[in-house]
């Protein structure tokens, strides 16, 4: 007994002592900071760095990618050479990330989404890309500051600090059969929402001819995802913070319709909920779903899926029904941020992401990656690629309609719960009951951060 | 030097790369968790905030002093009742003194240490323990009693072992990538997937399975048609979800715990089969006294192994996750996991990871003491 | 001994096996099955492919760059393998059958180290691994010091060893022991052959956990040089979409060596050892 105690006393304080006695020595990393000198951007010579980029790429698009570099490395006046490295997902490069900043190394430039980047930034591993941006030497003029989608700049843009630069953008957009919806008897994609309502209670009642499995037929299918209903909630005018883009407001009445028109249909069997990894996907490639509320980054496995072995049918995208306000899309992705290393690989680094956010470079990218670009001139670049590919044109006439989803501290979250909430109202939960301890949550989730 | 002295220094020096190595990788994190724990730490050092996090995550410390205490009064409720039946003889004095100590003992225990922590405490962490504790009985039991069989069973069998084994080590061996979404897809609410065409053959509904957050005993009440019962019904429960889960792991590490099972009953020399054989005994009274025994250095082994692992899991609960099963899957290992990449909060997540450390610890202190005696060691 | 008791028995053995070996095989066949499919096939949800793709394979092969990360894999795991199965046994030794101070606690801090969560251990060992970096003559990072020597001891190993080796009986270290053998001798001359079940289940074990690893080879790899295969596996399933065909391709790809390593071994495992000489 006596021993038995003795080893879990042993047990439980050599390893703590053991450990605590090397850290005695580490001082928590502070390597990567660097001491604040006034650096005059105008006098920095980026020549001859070498960049180190972060991407979470994989297959064509790193392909690309990686040649993309090549041809910066060839061609940029400065001599300056990046080497893109493949970090893994973006779970993974956090990681990397978080071990970087305590005593490994940063890179140069890194992939983040925005609530990755605030915690960056607060941690001070990331720098604010204003000063660079409005430089007269190294920045971008004014004309080219316009020619960005301003929504996406803004999206980067958290308490006044540019944390990242978008090099691409993705937005939802409507999936739609067009030939179901000819045999349906109806020559356009919805425009009201009370249309999408009708045209999925009629596809339920009747399948698509080429369907392979006839007996199962819906209008829609629903992803428990925040964003599917961020985009149905944007659509009709709402949002999901107030004005200033300080609080949550979640019980709005554009939710409460938006969920309520979708659990009317549920109950009518013509909208169903999404029940495996990319089952929406899946179904309306083989006309068992007539719309598909899906990110414009599936196109071309849409494409793929619906034309080169599937069932083979005309298929559109566009924006979901909109309110009185005209449309409004969701859109999103992830951004370039600059790491805090020496101001000189900084200046290198800011070089190259200029240099990937300009019209030709994003044209480029835009037909290996299939995102959207971020600039307004980049669709002078893309004439024939439109042809060719015209529901990604259809889609990218959208992108001024764009709008983001909060960036806000904590909203991922703030995500969570309402996934939670989502469910628990297509279960049949007391839609006051679970909206009111929604509001309170993300209030506290507010408060807590 | 004397013989002692000559056979600690071998010993140690035996014992020194293993320990350089565990040293450096398994005990230093150890305790940079928990210094990180200390500390207000994002993803650099912050302030030094004591145990701040500890208290914010367990609850107020009075309630863990009379959660405590309470455990401790019940063990000593239990020595009692021993050493008075051991003195008695038997009656019924033991039980009523052991009772009157240990009811109050657990009313403390439970109802002012546990209540109090649980409202205090953070949900996440209370939440974490108890998902983990399903998934930890859930699994641990089925899949040591079927490996023990199914090894057993290949033991005994002369034909065609080595497809046999090839087969039953297939899961473990499988990425869980690859084997996660084929899983996925087999527990998938759609009508088409397995298990609702398996439960459609039985004569029952679709079931939501991977995404279904409302627990088996109310599925099954619902089943019966009683659509109202109490709360704690759904709370005390594990979910579908954790349930199909919970299959899928045993159906990994059936193959993992068979295969060791096997290395032990191979060890088991011949003779003492022999010498049974000659004694005329059954094959159950071989199976007892001698395949148990002689094999239970490995079961112990596993069950050990078993339950450390499972209270640690997380790759295969992660892939497996869904936005449907809200929190009803979420083991601890997945809270600190969220609370690292998506709440950006590391000092917070070190403190839960400690305190699931100090369970496990504990855990496995109970266990050895418990299993470990009845452990036969061939000698 | 065909009696009716006997071969109703028999049923009843490979009745039961039989039944688990389709439980645990049926996801696998899936897998084989969806990876000969086309991607129609695979959305239409066939069972079985009309032809058989083969293209596939080439394309997974091709994409994840199956053939360097392959390499990889071998060498690191081999070289896990090798370590971990040198310092598990020489631990294991001490803690099974010698008397010395300090014995409970050695083993209770090894145990120890398997009860922490690895989301919170990757960072410290991290660090660690960077220190080492700096502060030795050879690389860590990017190289296979850091893929490998954190996974050198390992407490399941040790613990394994160590509960079989107590198992074995007493009488054959007093034997050595007459013979004049001191612990080395005993250890790695007597011991080591009696010990090849449990030491090829170490072996296989530890191989598999490298040849899976995935979180902490990319956080400590910054090019494919050194990366194992599992980091190639992750091509296939991004944001937008997964191509099961490919995907399911790539894992039988992955899965295969492993499969092939164990059914050459698997004999090793359960042919009876018999404790010759010691009768009595």
Redesign the interface.
């Known amino acids: 007994m006596k021993?038995?105690a003795?080893?879990?006393f042993?047990?439980?304080i050599?390893?703590?002592?053991?450990?605590?006695?090397?850290?005695a020595s580490?001082g928590?990393?502070?390597e990567s900071a660097r001491p604040q000198e006034k650096v005059v951007l105008e006098e920095l010579d980026p020549s001859g760095q070498e960049v180190?980029f972060w991407y979470q790429h994989?297959?064509e698009r790193e392909d690309e990618l990686l040649r993309m570099i090549e041809d910066f490395n060839r061609t940029n006046p400065h001599g300056i050479t990046v080497r893109g490295?493949?970090?893994?997902?973006y779970?993974?490069i956090?990681?990397?990330?978080?071990?970087g900043?305590?005593?490994?190394?940063l890179p140069h430039l890194v992939v983040a989404y925005q609530?990755?980047a605030r915690?960056?930034y607060?941690?001070e591993?990331i720098v604010d890309l204003n000063p660079f941006m409005v430089s007269p030497k190294w920045g971008l003029d004014s004309q080219a500051r316009a020619d960005f989608f301003q929504p996406f700049l803004k999206q980067d843009n958290i308490d006044g600090v540019q944390t990242g630069l978008p090099p691409n953008r993705s937005m939802e957009v409507l999936y739609y059969n067009i030939d179901w919806l000819e045999e349906l008897g109806f020559d356009a994609p919805p425009a009201t929402w009370d249309k999408f309502a009708e045209m999925c209670r009629k596809a339920k009642e009747q399948p698509f001819s080429k369907s392979?499995?006839q007996s199962?037929s819906l209008g829609f299918l629903l992803e428990?995802?925040a964003s599917r209903l961020a985009s149905m909630i944007f659509s009709v005018g709402g949002d999901l913070v107030d004005a200033e883009g300080k609080g949550y407001t979640l019980d709005t009445p554009h939710l409460r319709q938006v969920l309520g028109r979708m659990m009317g249909l549920m109950g009518e069997k013509a909208v169903g909920?999404v029940?495996?990894?990319?089952?929406d996907?899946?179904e309306f490639?083989?006309g068992q779903v007539l719309f598909a509320l899906r990110?414009s980054?599936?196109l071309?496995?849409f494409k793929?899926?619906i034309e080169?072995?599937?069932v083979g049918f005309r298929w559109g995208v566009t924006h979901l029904p909109s309110g009185p306000a005209g449309p409004v899309v969701n859109v999103y992705g992830a951004s370039i941020s600059v790491c805090k290393i020496a101001p000189e690989g900084q200046l290198a680094a800011w070089f190259f992401l200029k240099w990937f956010t300009e019209p030709a470079q994003q044209a480029r990218w835009v037909r290996a990656s299939n995102y959207f670009p971020v600039r307004k001139s980049t669709a002078q670049e893309l004439v024939e690629y439109f042809v060719e590919n015209p529901q990604y044109k259809a889609a990218y006439d959208l992108l001024g309609y764009g709008k983001s989803e909060p960036s806000v501290a904590?909203y991922?979250?703030v995500r969570?719960l309402i996934?939670?909430a989502?469910?628990d109202i297509f279960?049949g939960g007391d839609v006051d009951q679970v909206l009111e301890r929604l509001e309170t949550a993300a209030g506290r989730s507010l408060a807590e951060q | 030097m004397d013989n002692r002295t000559k056979d600690t220094l071998i010993a140690w020096s035996f014992l020194a790369p293993a320990l350089a190595v565990l040293a450096g990788f398994g005990i230093f994190p150890i305790g940079y968790a928990f210094y990180v724990s200390l500390h207000q730490w994002r993803i650099r050092k912050g302030e030094y905030i004591g145990f701040d996090h500890y208290l914010r995550a367990l609850g107020e410390p009075g309630f863990l002093v009379w959660f405590i205490a309470g455990l401790v009064l019940l063990w000593c409720a239990c020595r009692v009742y021993r050493s008075l039946r051991d003195r008695q003889g038997g009656g019924y004095l033991p039980i009523l003194i052991a009772a009157g100590l240990g009811l109050p003992a657990l009313w403390l225990s439970l109802d002012q240490g546990l209540g109090g922590l649980l409202e205090t405490g953070d949900h996440r962490l209370y939440n974490g323990l108890k998902i983990t504790l399903f998934y930890a009985l859930g699994t641990i039991p089925i899949q040591l009693g079927i490996s023990m069989l199914l090894a057993y069973l290949l033991f005994k069998s002369l034909r065609a072992k080595g497809v046999f084994r090839i087969l039953l080590f297939l899961p473990y061996v499988t990425p869980v990538i690859a084997s996660a979404v084929v899983f996925r897809t087999i527990f998938s609410p759609h009508p088409s997937s397995v298990a609702n065409r398996f439960w459609a053959l039985l004569g029952f509904e679709n079931c939501r399975w991977l995404y279904e957050s409302k627990s088996v005993v109310g599925l099954f009440l619902r089943a019966l048609d009683i659509s109202t019962y109490p709360a704690w019904v759904d709370s005390c429960f594990p979910s579908l979800a954790l349930v199909s889960i919970v299959l899928y792991n045993i159906w990994v590490y059936i193959g993992y715990d068979t295969v060791i099972l096997l290395a032990g009953l191979s060890a088991i020399p011949r003779h003492y089969y022999e010498a049974a054989e000659i004694d005329g005994a059954s094959p159950w009274q071989v199976f007892r006294n001698i395949t148990l025994p002689l094999v239970s250095p490995t079961l112990f082994f596993l069950s050990m192994v078993a339950v450390i692992g499972t209270f640690k899991a997380f790759n295969h609960i992660y892939i497996m996750r869904t936005p449907g099963a809200r929190d009803s899957v979420d083991v601890l290992s997945i809270a600190i996991f969220d609370l690292i990449f998506e709440f950006h909060n590391a000092g917070y997540a070190a403190a839960m990871a400690f305190v699931l450390f100090i369970a496990i610890l504990a855990l496995t202190l109970v266990q050895n003491r418990v299993l470990g005696k009845r452990v036969f060691y061939g000698d | 001994m065909a009696t009716r008791r006997g071969r109703g028995r028999s049923w009843l053995i490979y009745g039961g096996l039989g039944l688990w070996a389709t439980v645990s095989s049926f996801p696998f066949a899936w897998m084989l099955l969806s990876s000969f499919m086309t991607r129609g096939e695979t959305l239409r949800r066939v069972f079985v492919p009309e032809k058989v793709q083969w293209a596939n394979y080439v394309q997974a092969w091709k994409e994840a760059d199956f053939g360097l990360y392959f390499e990889n894999s071998v060498l690191i795991a081999a070289m896990q393998v090798g370590g971990t199965l040198l310092f598990s046994l020489l631990a294991a030794y001490p803690l099974a059958r010698m008397e010395f101070r300090g014995r409970n606690a050695v083993f209770a801090c090894i145990l120890a180290t398997l009860m922490i969560p690895e989301s919170v251990t990757m960072v410290p060992n991290f660090l660690t691994v960077t220190w080492l970096h700096r502060s030795s003559p050879f690389a860590w990072l990017n190289s296979w010091p850091a893929l490998t020597v954190p996974f050198l001891a390992n407490a399941f190993s040790i613990f394994l060893l160590r509960q079989f080796l107590r198992g074995l009986p007493g009488e054959l270290w007093d034997a050595a022991r007459i013979d004049g053998a001191g612990h080395f001798r005993f250890l790695f001359g007597i011991l080591l052959p009696l010990c090849k079940a449990p030491l090829l289940t170490v072996g296989m074990f530890t191989f598999i956990g490298s040849w899976n690893a995935l979180a902490w080879p990319l956080l400590v790899t910054n090019s494919p040089n050194w990366r194992p295969i599992s980091v190639g596996l992750q091509q296939f399933v991004s944001e937008a979409g997964a191509e099961v065909h490919l995907q399911m391709a790539g894992a039988v790809i992955a899965t295969v060596p492993v499969l092939l390593i164990y059914f050459l071994i698997q004999k090793e495992f359960t042919e009876g050892i018999s404790m010759s000489g010691l009768k009595g």
């Open positions: 021993k038995k003795e080893r879990a042993r047990a439980a050599l390893p703590l002592l053991a450990g605590l006695l090397p850290l580490c928590g990393g502070d180190v994989t297959r490295e493949y970090a893994g997902k779970n993974d956090y990681n990397k990330m978080i071990v900043l305590q005593g490994g190394t609530n990755q915690a960056y607060q941690e591993g392979p499995d199962r428990i995802d909920i029940s495996e990894d990319y089952g996907q899946k490639s083989v990110s980054s599936g071309p496995y793929s899926a080169e072995d599937g904590g991922q979250q969570r996934q939670d989502m469910v279960d």
